[in-house]
C-alpha cells in the first residue's frame, strides 16, 4: 500500500509539473539498475576483507616462541620478477634480471665482426628497503667486463629533511657503485632503450663509479649531485700507483613542467668536473682516451671499428709521451725533457651537457648536446701540440622522433623522482594499451635518430711525432700540429622498428648509416668510408 500511494503521488507530482510519466519511470529504473550494480560492489569487497582476515588469520596463527610476536603478513606477487613486502611495507624484496640476445652485421671489414650473435647483456638483481628507511640493490652482469661482472650495488637512506612546501618526497642518501648524475641517455637502464644501443655522444659521458650523492625532488623537479672515483668497469688490470687515484663531481637538474599521460615537457642540464691526479690512460681510460672504452650504435659487432665509436688515438695524460722525451735531445744537443717530466699533462677537465624531451600522444622528439673541456699543463701543451695551446674541446649531440603506430605515449612511461629516485628523470617501461595476452597486437614503435660526434681537436699528437717536430724545428711542429686527426668525427643516422608484445619483452631491429667519416689517427685509411649496420634485439626483463 505505502508503494502503491507513493506512486500515485509521484503520478500526481508528475502531472502537476508535466514530467512525462515514461520518463519518471525509465529515470526509476535507472536508479535501482545503480543500486543492484552497489551491492554487487559491496558484496565483492565484504569477500575481499574477509578472505585478507582469513590470510591474516593464518599466518599469526603460527604461534611464536614464549616472549615474542608473530611474524607480520606479508604480501607476494610474482607479476614482474618475485616480489615480497610486510604489511605495514617496512621491509621488500624483489629478485628481478633481463637478458638481451643480439645479432647484426656490418658491410665495412673494420669491425671486430662482420657478423655475429651473442648475449649483450645476461643479468640478475636483487633490491629491496628495510627497517622503511634503508634501500639496496645488487646487480650482477654474466656477460659484461668488469671486476665480478658486478654493476648497480649501493646503500641508500632516504627520509624527510626538508619541508613538505619544498618537496613532499624524502630526501636520498646513496653510497656505492651507482650511474653518476650525468645525461639523460646515460642513466637510462639499458632495459628501456628506444634504439638497440646508446647513441654517439654517449663517449662523452661518465658510467657506473663508486661515490656517494645527494638527491631531492617530486613529480615535476629533481636534483642530484656527488663525489665519485673508481670503478668496477674500469679496465684497470691493475689499482693506480703514485698520488692518488682520480675522482669526479657530477651533478645533473630535471624540471618537467608538464608531466600527463599523454603529454610531457621535460628540461636538463649536466655537469662533471674531473680531476685526473696521476692516473693513466689504463686505469682512467673514459676520460684519458675518450671514445675507447664503449661499443656505441654497434654493441655485438664489438669495438675498435668504423661503426663503432671513433677513438682517440693518443693518451690525453701524456704519461708516455713524457717518459719517451726523458732524455731526447733537440738537433743543437739541447735537452728538451725539462719541459715534459710532469705525470700528467691534463690538469683537469670538465663536461657538461643539455637535454630536452617532448611528447604529446603517441609522437615525441628528443635531444642532448654533450662537450667535454680539458685543461693540459702549459709547457706540455707547448710540446705536445695544440700550437702551445692548454685547451682541448669535444662535442657531440643526437636527436630523435619516435611515434608508437598503436598510439601509445612515452609520456605515461615517464619516471619522475617520486617514481624513481636512483635515475630521477628518465623513462621505463612502455604502458602497452593491448597487449598479446589479451587479445591485442602489442605495441609498435617507429623512431629515427641522428648522432654525430667529434673528437678532432687542433694539435695534439704523441710523444714520438711531438719529439721529430722538436728535433726538426717550430716550423715542422706547427705543420704536424694542424694536420693531426686526433679521434675523430663521425655521424650516423639509424632508423628503429620495435615491437612490445606484453610486459617485460621486446623485439628491436635498427638499421645506421653512416653518413660522414673523418678517420681516427690511429686508422687513416678509414676517411671516407660509409658502412651500414643493422643490429636486432631480442630482450627479456622481470
Request: aromatic share 12%; with cysteine.
Amino acid at each position: 500500500m505505502r508503494r502503491l500511494s507513493s506512486g500515485v503521488a509521484l503520478l500526481a507530482f508528475a502531472g502537476i509539473f508535466g514530467a512525462p510519466a515514461s520518463a519518471l519511470a525509465d529515470t526509476a529504473s535507472e536508479i535501482k539498475a545503480l543500486k543492484a550494480k552497489l551491492k554487487e560492489l559491496e558484496a565483492k569487497i565484504g569477500a575481499q576483507g574477509k578472505a585478507t582476515a582469513q590470510v591474516k588469520n593464518a599466518l599469526n596463527s603460527a604461534k611464536a616462541a614464549p616472549g615474542t610476536s608473530a611474524p607480520p603478513p606479508v604480501f607476494v606477487s610474482f607479476r614482474n620478477g618475485l616480489f615480497v613486502e610486510t604489511e605495514d611495507q617496512e621491509f621488500s624484496f624483489k629478485l628481478g634480471g633481463q637478458i638481451q640476445a643480439d645479432g647484426g652485421f656490418a658491410s665495412s671489414a673494420d669491425t671486430i665482426s662482420r657478423s655475429n650473435v651473442g648475449f649483450r647483456r645476461a643479468r640478475l638483481e636483487v633490491e629491496g628497503k628495510a627497517f622503511k628507511n634503508w634501500f639496496y640493490k645488487l646487480q650482477y652482469d654474466f656477460t659484461g667486463s668488469g671486476v665480478a661482472g658486478i654493476r648497480d650495488f649501493y646503500l641508500a637512506y632516504r627520509d624527510r629533511f626538508l619541508p613538505e612546501e619544498i618537496t613532499k618526497q624524502p630526501v636520498t642518501i646513496q653510497i656505492g657503485n651507482f650511474k653518476e648524475p650525468f645525461s639523460l641517455e646515460a642513466i637510462e637502464s639499458s632495459k628501456y632503450f628506444v634504439f638497440v644501443e646508446r647513441s654517439l655522444p654517449s663517449v662523452l659521458s661518465p658510467s657506473r663509479h663508486i661515490g656517494a650523492s645527494i638527491a631531492a625532488g617530486d613529480k615535476n623537479w629533481s636534483i642530484k649531485t656527488g663525489i665519485f672515483s673508481t670503478s668496477p668497469q674500469d679496465t684497470a688490470t691493475a689499482p693506480p700507483t703514485g698520488e692518488a687515484q682520480y675522482w669526479d663531481a657530477a651533478v645533473r637538474g630535471v624540471y618537467a613542467p608538464i608531466v600527463e599521460e599523454d603529454r610531457l615537457l621535460h628540461l636538463g642540464a649536466s655537469f662533471k668536473y674531473h680531476k685526473p691526479n696521476n692516473t693513466t690512460a689504463a686505469t682512467d681510460a673514459a676520460d684519458l682516451r675518450p671514445g675507447q672504452s664503449d661499443r656505441e650504435e654497434t654493441g655485438v659487432l664489438g669495438s675498435g671499428g668504423a661503426l663503432t665509436r671513433v677513438s682517440a688515438a693518443q693518451d690525453l695524460s701524456c704519461a708516455g709521451s713524457a717518459a719517451s722525451l726523458n732524455l731526447a735531445t733537440t738537433g743543437a744537443g739541447q735537452l728538451v725533457a725539462p719541459f715534459a717530466r710532469r705525470p700528467s699533462c691534463l690538469k683537469y677537465s670538465y663536461n657538461y651537457g643539455f637535454e630536452a624531451v617532448a611528447a604529446y600522444g603517441p609522437v615525441s622528439l628528443q635531444a642532448e648536446y654533450i662537450a667535454a673541456q680539458y685543461e693540459r699543463d702549459f709547457t706540455n701543451a707547448l710540446i705536445f701540440g695544440n700550437g702551445g695551446g692548454t685547451s682541448l674541446r669535444y662535442s657531440g649531440y643526437y636527436v630523435f622522433g619516435s611515434v608508437f603506430l598503436t598510439g601509445e605515449s612515452r609520456a605515461a612511461s615517464y619516471k619522475g623522482y617520486d617514481k624513481d629516485w636512483n635515475t630521477p628523470g628518465s623513462f621505463g617501461e612502455v604502458q602497452i594499451k593491448n597487449p598479446l595476452n589479451k587479445g591485442g597486437l602489442g605495441a609498435f614503435e617507429f623512431a629515427a635518430r641522428y648522432s654525430e660526434i667529434n673528437l678532432n681537436n687542433g694539435g695534439l699528437v704523441d710523444g714520438n711525432f711531438a719529439y721529430a717536430a722538436v728535433a726538426v724545428g717550430n716550423a715542422a711542429q706547427k705543420a704536424i700540429a694542424s694536420t693531426a686527426t686526433l679521434g675523430g668525427r663521425q655521424e650516423n643516422l639509424t632508423l628503429a622498428l620495435n615491437w612490445y608484445p606484453v610486459r617485460g619483452v621486446r623485439f628491436q631491429a635498427n638499421w645506421t648509416k653512416t653518413l660522414t667519416l673523418v678517420a681516427p689517427s690511429d686508422r687513416p685509411y678509414l676517411n671516407g668510408d660509409r658502412p651500414s649496420l643493422f643490429l636486432a634485439r631480442a630482450q627479456v626483463f622481470w
